[in-house]
């Protein structure tokens, strides 16, 4: 990506990204060629090979069509005992990539090369702090209905990305959200229960902070709406925002340090983190 520029974020769509629930992964279907190639070559069928992996002939005629990604514990495993030389790992990194619908994956990338995370949010708790049960019950109120298989894909994709929390060097990490988000129970009671003890649990670590802006504010600098400032090792940061299954990554550095003000203003606006985490658990209290 090039300086004094805008882009949409995605893979083939020059004006914008495609709609979150338009299929097309061309890196599953490479892979899952590759794959039936090497099994017909090694003389396996496809219960033998998945006996062998731990898997069910099912699961591998989906990584096969290209319909479900593997784990990367899947890929390892199956280059060695296909005796593919590497061919399999090869496409690992972008297994990975592809795990995530189009509009996000180049922010997937940006997120796993972070120094510097800045999320402020409007609607629902921040993919990267969601529970399993929370990204779960989200994912099953998108309007197309997504199917169950890529429900879970897109749930064990989510969780995957909070490795980001135990990654050393650690990165600095700030969340503020709208207090609505705190108390709108999606999923449930018991599901805002959990995400609430999550927050809870994150917002203790030493290179997290989680800020909450109240509704009783007079003055607040996130009225245009919810976005990311992301900061990598050299020092570039890029924006991202998202809205009905597109996104937009603003990459101009006018634009970029401008965003980044915004948003310290917002944090000084906001009750600190530790009110925050006692506002919290006050609601926990309520609940």
């Not at 069928?45 to 784990?71: C, K």
Request: proline letters at 4%.
């Amino acid at each position: 990506m090039t300086q004094d520029e805008t882009v949409a974020v995605g893979t083939d769509a020059p004006s914008g990204t495609r709609p979150d629930g338009e299929q097309g992964n061309g890196v599953a279907v490479a892979f899952g060629r590759q794959l039936k190639l090497l099994r017909v070559r090694a003389g396996l069928d496809r219960a033998e090979f998945g006996q062998r992996m731990g898997y069910a002939a099912q699961s591998v005629a989906s990584f096969e069509q290209g319909r479900r990604i593997p784990q990367p514990a899947f890929v390892d495993k199956a280059d060695r005992l296909l005796e593919a030389g590497g061919l399999l790992v090869a496409l690992k990194e972008e297994l990975a990539r592809s795990q995530y619908p189009a509009f996000f994956r180049d922010m997937a990338r940006l997120e796993a090369e972070a120094v510097e995370l800045c999320a402020y949010d409007t609607h629902m708790i921040k993919g990267l702090l969601q529970t399993e049960e929370y990204t779960r019950a989200v994912l099953a109120m998108r309007r197309p209905l997504l199917d169950e298989e890529t429900i879970e894909q897109r749930v064990a994709a989510r969780l995957a990305r909070q490795e980001i929390f135990s990654r050393w060097p650690a990165p600095l990490i700030s969340f503020v959200m709208e207090e609505p988000i705190l108390r709108r129970p999606l999923g449930g009671k018991d599901v805002l229960r959990g995400q609430l003890e999550q927050l809870l649990h994150f917002g203790r670590f030493r290179n997290v902070e989680i800020q909450m802006m109240p509704l009783d504010r007079d003055d607040n600098a996130g009225v245009d709406g919810a976005f990311t400032v992301v900061t990598r090792r050299d020092g570039e940061k890029f924006v991202y925002m998202e809205a009905q299954g597109r996104s937009n990554l603003l990459t101009d550095r006018d634009e970029t340090r401008l965003a980044a003000a915004r948003y310290g203003i917002i944090r000084s606006q906001a009750l600190s983190p530790g009110e925050t985490l006692r506002f919290i658990e006050k609601l926990l209290g309520e609940l």
